[in-house]
């Protein structure tokens, strides 16, 4: 739990990242929070104990990256997972069988498989709406609507929702709001102060940063809603280990820096790409032709560092873009120091092949990591030339 009368509270970004959930081990006065690799912990007395007694309930070093997280997020409570996908299955054992939840129909596909084919079974129902319209959005609840599920910017077609109506909107209805903010970090946005009621992140992407490390979190403020989280915490088990929580605290120090890196050169790869004959669509925040490009001013601090395009030639020539670049690494995930590429259809949205929310064969999506843009350029120009050989 954050306090917010520290001093901490008072600081900016840059200094919250660098600061946050750290201090100096009281006992050797290691400035890094250590990795207490333990699985448990000496009691005073019988049921009597220094605040830690079994690392599934609690660890220093998890704590120190819990407090670190709802700092960052502007949040009174985090709690952090193995997976993105740990943290989003245990919010939503928050709804009922016979509840609804209204989910954005541009989401990570392991989000809606999970959605889809696994929780949909056990009496959740599901509508997927372009959660971007939010005329579309207001249609879609319902009476029994318990969560409203955004991701913002959308992956892969980084589409925006704005965060404040959409809070608005799932409150008037009933509803909690739920916003994946692993594309923007919180050095972007901060939907909790927006309206929010949950944030979630897979703090293996921006977070983490390095692409050494697995994980997810929840963020949020109210009280009742963290003692049931931290209960299905504990009794569902599914939390990192403490060299994870680690790295992601690590990661964390340098996130204001990176992200700063990550938006500068992911404006000049859309730009280029916007010039590119071979190249039939860029989809970006940060360009004037994004749709929703004035709500990102509105409601982010940068644009980001993922850059989506369509190619003309289609899947066969987004097939030769990814395998002939050498400087963007053709992989999974994003958010890494490093760039990536990949093609959603057949690799992180596979998931969703035959479904309403099948995406373009000839969509490609980059990870703009923190490398010299002239470089990143230079490489996309020269796959671009083979893709029209």
Not at 193 to 200: H, M, N, P, S, W
Not at 245 to 261: D, N, P, Q, S, Y
Not at 319 to 332: C, D, K, P, Q, S
């Amino acid at each position: 739990m954050t306090d917010p009368q520290s001093p901490i509270s008072t600081l900016k970004f840059e200094s919250l990242a660098v600061h946050a959930g750290t201090q100096a081990d009281p006992g050797t006065g290691a400035v890094m929070t250590p990795i207490y690799q333990t699985s448990t912990y000496a009691q005073v007395d019988v049921g009597v104990h220094r605040g830690f007694e079994y690392s599934r309930t609690d660890n220093p070093t998890r704590s120190a990256l819990q407090t670190a997280l709802a700092t960052l997020e502007g949040g009174r409570y985090a709690l952090a997972f193995a997976s993105g996908m740990a943290a989003t299955d245990t919010l939503l054992r928050l709804v009922k069988p016979g509840e609804h939840v209204v989910c954005g129909n541009d989401v990570y596909g392991g989000t809606y498989r999970l959605f889809d084919k696994v929780l949909a079974e056990y009496g959740l129902e599901f509508s997927f709406v372009d959660a971007s319209d939010l005329q579309a959005l207001q249609m879609a609840l319902r009476a029994e609507t318990r969560l409203v599920w955004l991701e913002t910017p959308t992956n892969p077609l980084l589409r925006l929702t704005d965060i404040s109506m959409a809070a608005e909107m799932a409150h008037r209805a009933g509803a909690w709001l739920a916003v994946d903010n692993t594309f923007a970090s919180p050095a972007l946005q901060q939907p909790l102060a927006l309206g929010a009621d949950f944030v979630v992140h897979s703090t293996t992407k921006y977070l983490g940063g390095h692409s050494d490390v697995v994980g997810g979190a929840i963020v949020l403020n109210d009280e009742a809603a963290y003692e049931r989280l931290k209960f299905l915490q504990n009794a569902i088990g599914a939390v990192p280990g403490p060299q994870d929580c680690f790295l992601v605290l690590r990661g964390i120090k340098t996130l204001a820096l990176r992200m700063e890196r990550h938006c500068i050169n992911a404006v000049r790869v859309a730009n280029f790409l916007e010039e590119q004959p071979r190249v039939a669509q860029v989809i970006f925040p940060g360009l004037v032709s994004h749709p929703q490009h004035g709500l990102a001013q509105q409601q982010m601090r940068g644009p980001g560092g993922m850059v989506s395009f369509i190619m003309a030639g289609g899947e066969a020539a987004a097939r030769v873009v990814a395998r002939e670049t050498r400087l963007f690494t053709l992989a999974e995930s994003l958010g890494g120091v490093e760039s990536l590429i990949e093609l959603p259809a057949p690799m992180t949205h596979a998931s969703v092949a035959g479904s309403p929310l099948a995406v373009d064969a000839g969509l490609v999506r980059l990870s703009v990591g923190i490398e010299h843009a002239d470089d990143l350029l230079s490489d996309l120009a020269q796959a671009l030339q083979k893709a029209g050989e």
